[in-house]
């Protein structure tokens, strides 16, 4: 009897481990969840992850709280998040830079194969060509036009060295077979005040920081460089439908985790995040910058990550791109 009851505790002994392990997974979130954001407050991405957290917060019934880390073309925020627990208590919302940092900066600051769990995109927001409301350029082909009659003659400003809008940018000349001169700044306020001051003929930025100017007369709009049109610029066509099929440069959100993040944890995340993006809050702001939540699987995000790098990467080795 002795000897049965021993080898039942020896037995009961060598389950314990694992049974912490799957009730620690079991009973996630049992704490706050904190959300890394790589740019300042107030900010566009910094705006999402606090709307997004929010919803998530009640999904998970945990606070979510976002800690901005900004610097280094996000680099920063990103080391704080590969050096964290792959626990599912601190992740990062990213954007392009994530999979655009890699070949941007050398030596490569991080491997995105192997240092992060993609868990779910949460929406995009289109780059858009501008013009101050006087300018002779008023459509894509006459912008075409101008490049091609005097190349490096159309001063096109970004908020900087390898700033989605400036790949956007460098992608648009490599497609359309342009010279155009890239003014860079450091973001796009002082971008969009040259464009009207007529220091600079046009501006790539985000769509969210032209819509006030845009609504207002002050800027016009060329073209979106987004699949799709958006309802708050209505009227404006795509870079896709002015003569260039297929053309797509948006800014785009989503979640990752440190690599080795648990499958269970990974799941109950990637639902929280899709119940969030699918909220009225969530889906009003993106709307108001022109954007679209992405629903999907995490699959989905990890190629869009893959795919992005593979083609910025060739554009930033062929165009010689530095960081500012």
């Not at 995105?112 to 013009?131: K, M």
């Not at 958006?230 to 800014?251: D, N, W």
């Not at 269970?264 to 709307?287: G, M, N, Y």
Request: contains cysteine; glycine residues 8%; proline residues 9%.
């Amino acid at each position: 009897m002795h000897s049965f009851l021993a080898r039942c505790a020896l037995a009961l002994a060598a389950l314990l481990p694992f049974c912490t392990v799957a009730s620690a997974a079991d009973a996630y979130p049992s704490r706050p969840i904190k959300i890394l954001v790589g740019y300042s407050a107030g900010g566009a991405v910094d705006a999402i992850a606090r709307t997004v957290g929010q919803r998530m917060a009640a999904t998970l019934g945990q606070p979510v709280v976002v800690e901005n880390k900004p610097g280094a073309g996000t680099n920063i925020a990103v080391k704080a998040l590969t050096t964290s627990a792959p626990d599912g208590y601190t992740l990062l919302l990213a954007a392009n830079a994530l999979a655009v940092n890699p070949s941007l900066f050398q030596p490569a600051p991080y491997d995105l194969d192997r240092e992060f769990t993609p868990i779910a995109l949460v929406g995009r927001v289109p780059v858009v060509f501008a013009v101050a409301e006087g300018s002779s350029i008023k459509t894509v082909a006459q912008l075409v036009a101008a490049a091609k009659a005097k190349p490096g003659g159309v001063r096109v400003a970004t908020p900087g060295n390898g700033s989605t809008p400036h790949l956007a940018m460098e992608l648009f000349q490599h497609t359309a077979g342009l010279q155009m001169t890239h003014v860079p700044y450091k973001g796009g306020a002082q971008a969009i005040t040259d464009v009207l001051g007529g220091h600079v003929d046009v501006v790539a930025v985000n769509a969210l920081e032209v819509l006030p100017l845009a609504k207002s007369g002050k800027l016009r709009v060329l073209a979106l460089m987004s699949p799709d049109r958006a309802a708050v610029l209505p009227g404006v066509p795509t870079v896709a439908e002015s003569g260039y099929p297929g053309f797509e440069a948006s800014v785009w959100y989503g979640f990752v985790a440190p690599a080795g993040l648990p499958a269970p944890i990974l799941a109950t995340l990637h639902d929280a995040v899709q119940k969030a993006i699918q909220s009225p809050e969530v889906k009003e702001q993106l709307a108001a910058a022109g954007g679209v939540p992405l629903p999907g699987p995490t699959a989905q995000f990890d190629k869009l990550i893959k795919s992005d790098a593979a083609r910025y990467g060739k554009l930033i080795r062929e165009a010689n791109i530095k960081p500012d």
